[in-house]
């Protein structure tokens, strides 16, 4: 099937709770024929170097070799109290000591947090074992690298819900299950990224759910995304693969873009991407692919600061 969008600026690899190593995330990429894709993994800064054929090479290069311009990113998760605020952010210093720092909080946040809510899901009549968790259907990973979607993954495995989407949504939905882990503010984030002159994007946005509990008032999702743009936010996701995750609303992705395009585009760079995990290895019917949602060439060229990191 052809690609619906040429240019993908959100998508995940192993390093995080992609199922691709970097190399076939670039490699698929390229047979899809993406003239731009993104590496951008959950919480981890991105691998500026691969291994291929035994050699360590340039990641950007590598991909480049093979006609594909790959901007390098990391996707943040924030604020404890509200659910799916992403950032997406480009044009870092990757040596920044900002990175190691949050590397050290969200492990110790990750491990303390999706422990508990392993415990509260046993307690509440959804056997699971930690051990269960890292084994990670087959493919284990290290404490460290625990991500909350394999333990959605673990509860469709069981068959406590349909789908891993479905588990989400339950959690999501269920006071007596879910558990919020420390994370840092959007703000913060955004100040950081900013201070080593890169470029943030709020990710996926609708999935973020009205009303927001802001500090010690309800807030819109509207008025949020303000809050952000007044704290320097550059960018925000319209078009987003809402009919293949957890989405619950009612708008269909058109109407989405429709409006998110309406809104912001006046005040914000408008982003797009698939968030590709691959998740087809793993089973999933439908899933994601890279190309399935972002953004055109053009779009992108004309956002001179973000054109300006391609390779």
């Known amino acids: 099937m052809a690609i619906q969008f040429e240019c993908d600026l959100h998508g995940h690899t192993k390093r995080s709770d992609g199922n691709d190593t970097p190399l076939e995330f670039i490699n698929h990429a390229v047979e899809l024929g993406m003239k731009v894709a993104a590496i951008t993994d959950h919480d981890i800064i991105p691998p500026v170097t691969i291994e291929v054929d035994g050699q360590t090479v340039d990641t950007q290069e590598y991909a480049l070799s093979k006609g594909l311009k790959l901007l390098l990113g990391i996707e943040v998760s924030c604020e404890t109290y509200i659910d799916d605020v992403h950032l997406v952010c480009f044009g870092c210093d990757w040596d920044d000591p900002y990175w190691a720092w949050l590397d050290d909080f969200v492990v110790k946040s990750k491990i303390e947090g999706y422990r508990m809510l392993a415990e509260a899901l046993n307690e509440n009549g959804m056997p699971m074992s930690w051990a269960e968790v890292l084994d990670n259907n087959g493919n284990p990973v290290e404490e460290q690298n625990v991500q909350k979607k394999m333990i959605f993954e673990l509860m469709a495995r069981k068959g406590y819900c349909p789908t891993w989407q479905d588990a989400k949504l339950f959690v999501k939905n269920n006071k007596e299950i879910v558990i919020k882990r420390p994370k840092p503010s959007a703000e913060s984030v955004i100040k950081e990224v900013k201070r080593m002159g890169g470029i943030v994007i709020m990710a996926h946005p609708y999935l973020v759910s009205e009303p927001i509990q802001y500090e010690d008032r309800e807030i819109t999702r509207k008025e949020y995304i303000d809050i952000l743009i007044n704290a320097g936010l550059d960018g925000i996701e319209a078009s987003y693969t809402y009919d293949k995750t957890s989405y619950g609303g009612t708008m ?32 999933v019917k439908n899933p994601r692919d890279i190309g399935d949602c972002g953004i055109t060439i053009e779009e992108l060229m004309q956002y001179d600061k973000l054109a300006a990191l391609l390779p």
């Not at 998110?260 to 408008?270: A, G, H, Q, T, W």
């Open 252 to 283: 269909t992705k058109d109407e989405i873009i429709a409006e998110v395009k309406e809104l912001y585009k006046d005040r914000l760079f408008i982003s797009g991407g698939s968030d590709y995990h691959n998740d087809g290895k793993k089973g």
